[in-house]
């Protein structure tokens, strides 16, 4: 049974920084496409990062050069660091697993067989 744990969420100031970390079983991380997205109240669930099984990333456009996403694949965790945080990054934070073999469809949700609970950001200003 494949479960996505995600944590290191909180509430922190416009400017500060978070990790959050997907703890990951019954699947290994390296195999295929993973990612990181977000859903705010009102919002459709969009992509933050993704990384291939090779360990390319790819982001979107408005957390480039803010955000950076990692892999432990000793420890089959997954992570997102999040720096310059701004009001517009608060919303749920989601792990995905299981995508396409290159992330050539990493953006698309329906391509994710597996899905973490998620875990809340909140920036205020």
């Known amino acids: 049974q494949v479960r996505l744990v995600e944590s290191g969420g909180g509430s922190v100031q416009a400017g500060g920084s978070l990790r959050l970390s997907c703890e990951v079983s019954g699947y290994t991380v390296d195999t295929y496409c993973m990612g990181w997205f977000r859903q705010a109240p009102g919002k459709e669930r969009e992509g933050v990062a993704t990384?291939?099984?090779?360990?390319?990333?790819a982001y979107a456009n408005s957390v480039k050069d803010r955000f950076t996403i990692s892999r432990d694949n000793a420890k089959n965790t997954l992570y997102l660091q999040m720096s310059s945080l701004k009001p517009d990054d608060t919303a749920t934070y989601y792990c995905?697993?299981?995508?396409?073999?290159?992330?050539?469809?990493?953006?698309?949700?329906?391509?994710?067989?597996?899905w973490g609970r998620g875990t809340q950001v909140t920036v205020s200003s």
């Open positions: 995905a697993a299981g995508g396409d073999r290159w992330c050539s469809r990493g953006w698309d949700t329906y391509a994710y067989a597996y």
């Open positions: 990384i291939s099984p090779v360990g390319s990333p």
